[in-house]
């Protein structure tokens, strides 16, 4: 079993920062995936940035540019900078942590509230 700990969100003005954080205890493998998936109101769940344990990321086109995803393996923590808030990142923001070896799972956070006004 995994659980996973978030923190960092809150209620930011426009243009401002948040730091999201993720740390992961339990059954840690060495090769897998972290990322952040955010929910708004009546919208579905969507991809925010992943990162692989190697350092490689993905991000959503909608946050290239003002949100850096990065990782520390020695304390299994993803975490999401994010600059440049706009209203439309207003979401709960959910880490995931998820792999294939030496079985398939995926693990998901309680959840963390951001909240962005215009």
């Known amino acids: 079993q995994v659980q996973l700990v978030e923190s960092g969100g809150g209620l930011v003005q426009a243009g401002g920062s948040l730091r999201l954080s993720c740390a992961a205890s339990g059954t840690i493998f060495s090769i897998n995936d972290m990322g952040w998936y955010r929910q708004a109101p009546e919208k579905q769940r969507e991809l925010v940035a992943s990162i692989t344990s190697g350092g490689s990321t993905n991000y959503a086109d909608s946050v290239k540019g003002r949100f850096t995803i990065s990782r520390d393996n020695a304390k299994n923590t993803v975490y999401l900078q994010m600059n440049s808030l706009k209203p439309e990142d207003t979401a709960v923001y959910y880490c995931?942590?998820?792999?294939?070896?030496?079985?398939?799972?995926?693990?998901w956070g309680q959840g963390t509230q951001v909240t962005v006004s215009s």
């Open positions: 995931n942590y998820a792999g294939l070896d030496p079985y398939e799972y995926d693990y």
